[in-house]
């Protein structure tokens, strides 16, 4: 069975870092491309950063970029997500997601339906 647990959110004052860790079970690592998605109240899913662990290919959304890095603890079957400089609009519930191997595409951020297994979330509020 596949599960996804997420931690490490909190309560940070906007300028400040958190990382989140997503620990993983229940199936083989390198087969899958695990991501972080947030969801803002009354918002939809946005993709973060995306990983493959079997190429370590990054990809980010441009909200993100320069802030935030996923990587990925094969042994542990951990993925991270470092998050620097955070704002207030980094305020949301992030979420793990994994599904096995797939072509991505240029428009991942906007399709976690692509994302077959996902993690209960973890919260995170910046204050300004």
């Known amino acids: 069975e596949v599960q996804l647990v997420e931690s490490g959110g909190g309560s940070v004052q906007a300028g400040e870092s958190l990382r989140l860790s997503c620990l993983t079970s229940?199936?083989?690592?390198?087969?899958?491309?695990i991501g972080w998605f947030r969801q803002a109240p009354g918002k939809e899913h946005e993709g973060i950063a995306v990983?493959?662990?079997?190429?370590?290919?990054?990809y980010y959304a441009d909200s993100v970029k320069g802030r935030f890095t996923i990587s990925s603890d094969g042994a542990k079957k951990i993925v991270y997500l470092q998050m620097n400089n955070l704002t207030p609009g980094d305020t949301a519930g992030y979420f793990c997601?994994?599904?096995?191997?797939?072509?991505?595409?240029?428009?991942?951020?906007?399709?976690?339906?692509?994302?077959?297994?996902w993690g209960q979330g973890t919260q995170v509020t910046v204050s300004s």
């Open positions: 229940g199936f083989i690592f390198d087969d899958y491309v």
């Open positions: 997601a994994a599904e096995p191997v797939f072509d991505l595409g240029s428009d991942w951020a906007s399709r976690p339906l692509d994302f077959g297994f």
């Open positions: 990983i493959s662990s079997s190429n370590g290919k990054t």
